[in-house]
């Protein structure tokens, strides 16, 4: 199974870029599926989380408000992200897991996307 990401670039400050993640091999409407991000110099956080057991998202207190993760019915799960900041600037990853996931603990998710850089720069 994989995952692959898309929708990355460069942006300024106060843009919008919408990332997109899909699978092979799994589908992601029975699981629960995540974006990270890792800024150089700095560990991987979770920021936006999909559940599959109620469908709620859940947002890192940096991003709420401004980001949006969401799933259709090809198969993709998008990161909506407005008012970006170069905070934001990072490498961004789709990961996958149970269905029952509703946090960002990363031994809990199995499948990895090779990640997608976004840069907020004036």
């Not at 897991?97 to 960002?104: A, H, K, R």
Request: with cysteine; net charge negative; glycine share 12%.
């Amino acid at each position: 199974s994989q995952l692959v990401e898309s929708g990355g670039g460069l942006v300024q400050p106060g843009g919008f870029l919408k990332l997109a993640c899909t699978a092979s091999g799994l589908f992601l409407d029975y699981y629960g599926t995540a974006w990270f991000r890792q800024a150089p110099g700095k560990e991987r956080e979770g920021v936006a989380l999909i559940s599959k057991a109620d469908g709620s998202p859940f947002y890192a207190d940096s991003v709420k408000g401004r980001f949006t993760i969401s799933r259709d019915s090809s198969n993709f799960v998008h990161l909506w992200m407005t008012d970006l900041k170069p905070d934001d600037t990072a490498t961004y990853y789709c990961a996958v897991g149970p269905s029952w996931l509703n946090d960002f603990s990363e031994k809990a998710y199995d499948y990895w996307g090779q990640g997608i850089q976004v840069s907020v720069s004036s």
